[in-house]
């Protein structure tokens, strides 16, 4: 192998890939990048047990030759290092010559590296996927999701499908939904040229997400979805991200999700958000984080209180249907929920003090928040 | 206590003070933080086991009125949520009554917290420093002389003294020094109008001074320095900084700078420094970081290898004088070193393989590093 490529391009798909590069793993050769050098330009692959990325340096970008191959071939390298000294060399082009016992020799410059390569061939292949199940989705599209579900799942891996981010796909509208039992979150798009296509029961790890919205971070375009047995491929022209599916049937959620509110409240998100975090100031003192509601004549009352640390309460003013109503809960979810909420203005609906409730965004009806009340004295 | 306050004031204050509340303590009442309502404004102080720091809120400031004082008195309210209280409260003013149960209203808007106060007779009182031993110098200088040697110091609590900064002060010029006994770094800056004073053996703990210069960060005027037996304050019209001094003996390093240079060489301080640093990525995974420069005819060759690794090479041009010199040292210390070097060129001078070698701006006598060689195969 032996190649010479701008350094630029080259920063940029190894910062993509090292998210998935593994730290501590049984299998060292995870721990490395695998570089292949073909007619195409240069390709880039790490690994984890959880994802794979996969960024493509294409010999030609916008009209400018990024990458020169004067003999193909494959290596392994050590991940962070490799990563590392990309960024530190000095000059504009890297020249890059591999043995075949993979002595990899690093240029730039005044400057000269010589790594100790892997044997390509011990690096797992990538699965090749069946694309029966494929839709394409805008990439901000995606990340929206993402960023408004995902916090919702469960944390601990004991917590099994919770821990993941259930996708369904249905007459043209694709559902997310987490939960990690006390709150959840569903976020619903629209899928152009898919009502042909039905999924369920598609659980991704909620890291996963988190990874993938990182890679997607200036991604504007499209993206094509493709789900098979136990993976997931996302990817477009330069970048392909795989994850594993979480085994198991994702709980029924509509049967918890509430119809219809007994007392329902509209108001400001940011006003709101900011009384509840200051609430929390006094209780993340305690276990549950607990912060307690009160709705009546046009106003939410806020309220929280610790013994050792004293009380705080304020009021945010609302618009208020229904009969008075009080509600305690942890205020961690809430400050979640509202924190994703883009629209300016809210409403929530609740059906009693021990019941679900839930918030949703004035203008939209594709997103709905649900939080568990918490029992208090 | 009863009192408005501006809150831009309010969290300025809280935020200098908050660097020196103490996190874990078995005093409670250091993890607070004592607020004082005198005749002249408002006053903060927060204080752990190294340093204390006290923030005066003045009435007016830039002619503008900040503190409106009512009824003046004393309170000590937990640091950590105080601080968080007073940066997210809603609003522009605060208003702050104290009971004489100490119990702590601050109100902000439509925010209001209650808070436990405790008795402020109970926090510990600042000491009053005899002011013989004083001098003053520019903020500005004093951080400078921080920055150039503070990294330097020991940090294992076991090396006693070489923890701290020494400070000197004689004829007009105050020298401050810092090792590890593996490097060295003193910087010199002329003090005006303290050619009558003589200090010697004052040795501050590393930790203070890097508080201390954030603490100062966006001061430019003078500031007083006030040395006691066991004590230092530096301080200006608005705040006090006090550190506990180390006992014990400073070495003498003055034996320990060799004269002169067998070889020498001048190069660029940045160029060099980024070959050390890109060398170091393959020497850091060793276990003292060792990076080889070989100095001869107009360049240094800087070499690093590890077994498992790789290996890395490469060339920064230098003006050289005196025989050709192998030397292998501690890649990180000559990084710090380096990094604090504002100057473009600098002169390394060499007497040996095997002894301390001395690196200096090329333009500018009043700073000196040091590095001990290690003995490599």
Chains 1, 2 share one sequence.
């Not at 240069?42 to 400018?64: C, E, G, H, M, W």
């Not at 494929?134 to 821990?163: N, P």
């Amino acid at each position: 192998m032996k190649l010479r490529v701008i350094k630029s391009a080259l920063v940029d798909a190894v910062s993509h890939v090292s998210k998935a590069v593994s730290q501590k793993t049984t299998i060292p050769i995870l721990t490395g990048i695998k570089a292949m050098a073909d007619e195409q330009g240069l390709i880039l692959t790490a690994s984890n047990s959880d994802i794979t990325i996969q960024v493509r340096v294409p010999k030609r970008k916008d009209d400018i030759d990024q990458v020169f191959v004067e003999r193909m071939g494959n290596v392994v390298l050590p991940g962070k290092i490799f990563g590392d000294i990309v960024r530190k060399l000095p000059g504009d082009e890297v020249e890059w010559v591999v043995n075949e016992r993979y002595q990899t020799t690093i240029r730039s410059e005044q400057a000269e590296f010589q790594l100790n390569g892997l044997d390509p061939d011990e690096y797992p292949r990538l699965p090749r996927l069946s694309t029966e199940q494929m839709f394409s989705i805008s990439a901000d599209t995606l990340k929206s999701l993402i960023r408004q579900t995902g916090f919702a799942v469960a944390t601990t891996e004991a917590r099994g499908v919770l821990t993941g981010v259930h996708l369904q796909l249905e007459a043209g509208t694709l559902t997310c939904v987490a939960t990690d039992s006390h709150r959840l979150s569903r976020q619903q798009a629209a899928v152009e040229g898919s009502a042909e296509l039905t999924l369920n029961n598609v659980i991704i790890p909620g890291k996963s997400l988190s990874e993938l919205a990182k890679t997607l971070a200036d991604e504007t375009g499209y993206v094509d979805i493709i789900v098979a047995e136990n993976q997931i491929l996302v990817k477009n022209d330069g970048l392909e991200f795989y994850s594993r599916l979480l085994e198991g049937t994702y709980p029924d959620i509509n049967r918890v999700i509430p119809k219809e509110g007994q007392t329902e409240m509209v108001t400001s998100t940011r006003e709101l958000l900011q009384s509840v975090d200051r609430a929390s100031l006094i209780s993340r003192d305690g276990r549950d984080n607990v912060i307690k509601w009160t709705i009546r004549d046009e106003k939410v009352e806020v309220n929280s209180a610790s013994q050792d640390i004293g009380s705080v309460t304020e009021e945010v003013i609302a618009k208020v249907n229904g009969p008075e109503m009080s509600i305690s809960f942890n205020a961690r979810y809430m400050m979640e929920a509202l924190r994703s909420i883009e629209s300016e203005e809210i409403r929530i609906q609740f059906t009693g003090t021990m019941t679900p409730f839930v918030i949703q965004p004035l203008d939209r009806e594709d997103s709905l928040h649900l939080i568990v009340p918490i029992r208090t004295r």
